[in-house]
């Protein structure tokens, strides 16, 4: 590890610390966990869902439409069991999920469908210290883009006041109910809305001003998980850090670029360890 990357993990454990930084985390967050027992790739997924269904060869790996052809051509509840299937099990939080639960931050952006992040918020905090807020398919919920939910798993009418840390699945997640956004239907859906914000809980919108954001097993490869994190950040601070070992696209790097996203060029099981290790004095606070 340089003597930059160093500071700058240093840097991020006091922002944690603090609340000043917003973990944002992608599939390949489960590769730090010791047991994968879900799909951790949209490609992984979408051979779990087609080996199940048959759908056209040409749309066999790409999940946004082979879930749309099951959705066409079976039924929306046939998704919605594929999926739940799929993330059925939840794999073990992994040291790093469980440093960032404990840490200062009050507010958790997870976009995938796993159920980890949550078993860890569970595992470290008291009952009633968080809440969940998930994106619903228009399928199942039109007019209706998020839903709450205690860390009880009950459905709550609105976000509770009391400033309770919240989790944030802007596509859905497995538990406890099953919301999806996983079809090209359900994502043109939201695309329409989310220049002007409305699918993002106002309470993110109020939480995220003037913080920065960590993205953690994150790829802005293609243009829907670049569209997401670009509204999920808006009017963020302007500064923010991704940890991306691999070389960026082409389009990735103009992302970065353009959002003062600092690549952090290190395997995401070294920045875990570093990053935990500069965490752990506020951590055994």
């Not at 999806?180 to 239907?185: G, H, M, P, R």
């Not at 009017?235 to 302007?238: A, E, L, M, P």
């Not at 600092?262 to 099981?269: C, E, H, S």
């Given at each position: 590890?340089?003597?930059s990357?160093?500071?700058?993990?240093?840097?991020?454990?006091?922002s944690?610390?603090?609340g000043?930084?917003?973990?944002?985390?992608?599939?390949?967050m489960?590769?730090?966990?010791?047991?994968?027992k879900?799909?951790a790739?949209?490609?992984a997924?979408a051979?779990s869902m087609?080996?199940?269904v048959?759908?056209?060869h040409?749309?066999?790996?790409r999940l946004t439409q082979?879930?749309?052809f099951i959705?066409?051509?079976?039924?929306?509840?046939?998704?919605?069991?594929?999926?739940n299937?799929?993330?059925?099990n939840t794999?073990?939080?992994?040291?790093l999920?469980l440093?960032l639960?404990?840490s200062?931050?009050e507010?958790?952006?997870d976009?995938?469908?796993?159920?980890?992040?949550a078993?860890?918020?569970a595992?470290v905090g008291p009952?009633?210290?968080?809440?969940?807020?998930?994106?619903?398919?228009?399928?199942?919920h039109f007019?209706d883009w998020t839903?709450?939910y205690?860390?009880d798993g009950?459905l709550?009418?609105?976000?509770p006041k009391d400033?309770?840390?919240l989790l944030?699945?802007?596509i859905g997640s497995?538990?406890?109910?099953?919301n999806?956004?996983?079809?090209?239907?359900d994502?043109v859906e939201v695309l329409?809305?989310?220049?002007?914000q409305t699918p993002?809980?106002?309470?993110v919108q109020?939480w995220?001003?003037?913080?920065?954001?960590?993205f953690l097993g994150?790829?802005?490869?293609?243009?829907?998980?670049?569209?997401?994190?670009?509204?999920?950040m808006k009017?963020?601070?302007?500064r923010h850090?991704?940890v991306?070992p691999?070389?960026p696209t082409r389009m990735?790097?103009r992302f970065?670029?353009?959002?003062?996203i600092?690549?952090?060029?290190?395997?995401?099981?070294q920045f875990?360890?570093?990053?935990m290790?500069a965490?752990?004095p506020a951590?055994a606070a």
């Open positions: 590890m340089t003597a990357n160093h500071d700058l993990i240093n840097e991020i454990a006091r944690l610390d603090t000043a930084i917003i973990p944002y985390l992608g599939p390949n489960l590769s730090l966990c010791s047991e994968l879900v799909p790739t949209p490609l997924l051979e087609t080996g199940k048959s759908v056209p040409k749309i066999r790996k082979a879930a749309q959705e066409n051509f079976k039924h929306r509840k046939s998704v919605v069991h594929l999926m299937e799929a993330f059925a794999p073990a939080p992994s040291p999920h440093a639960a404990a200062g931050a507010l958790w952006v976009t995938w469908y796993d159920d980890t992040l078993a860890a918020l595992q009952q009633g210290s968080w809440t969940q807020v998930q994106g619903l398919s228009q399928s199942e007019g839903g709450v205690g860390d009950g709550l009418a609105e976000m400033g309770a840390r944030y699945k802007p497995h538990s406890p109910a099953g999806y956004l996983v079809s090209d239907s994502f329409t809305e989310i220049d002007i993002i809980p106002a309470a109020a995220r001003s003037g913080r920065h954001f960590l994150c790829r802005f490869d293609d243009q829907l998980t670049r569209c997401f994190a670009r509204q999920i009017r963020s601070s302007d850090w991704a991306l691999d070389e990735e790097a970065l670029q353009e959002q003062n600092t690549r952090i060029d290190m395997p995401l099981a875990a360890e570093a990053l290790e965490m752990q951590l």
